[in-house]
Nanobody
């Protein structure tokens, strides 16, 4: 079955960096666009970034553009989210999603930005 497993979350100080990973299995990874979403406490889940199946195009929500970078390695079936200049408002559970023939979610990884 399809599995998406996020990793790399944790506690970081404001201004710091983290790199999230999402390892996929059970699907033809190179045929799926991939997205990162996040859900902060008491808020709805929001789309953070998307990358096309071949990695040729990316898109970001305005609040993270210039600070976050989404990338993928189709040979490793993995998508990444490099997060720099982190702010307290980036605190959330971060989820990856695969979009293609159907869509699939991971279980999330918690990012806490706090001093």
């Amino acid at each position: 079955q399809v599995q998406l497993v996020e990793s790399g979350g944790g506690l970081v100080q404001p201004g710091g960096s983290l790199r999230l990973s999402c390892a996929a299995s059970g699907l033809t990874f190179s045929r799926y666009a991939m997205s990162w979403y996040r859900q902060a406490p008491g808020k709805e889940r929001e789309l953070v970034a998307t990358i096309t199946s071949a990695g040729g195009s990316t898109n970001y929500v305005d609040s993270v553009r210039g600070r976050f970078t989404i990338s993928r390695d189709n040979a490793k079936n993995t998508v990444y989210l490099q997060m720099n200049s982190l702010k307290a408002e980036d605190t959330a559970v971060y989820y990856c999603m695969a979009i293609g023939i159907g869509f699939y979610w991971g279980k999330g990884t918690l990012v806490t930005v706090s001093s």
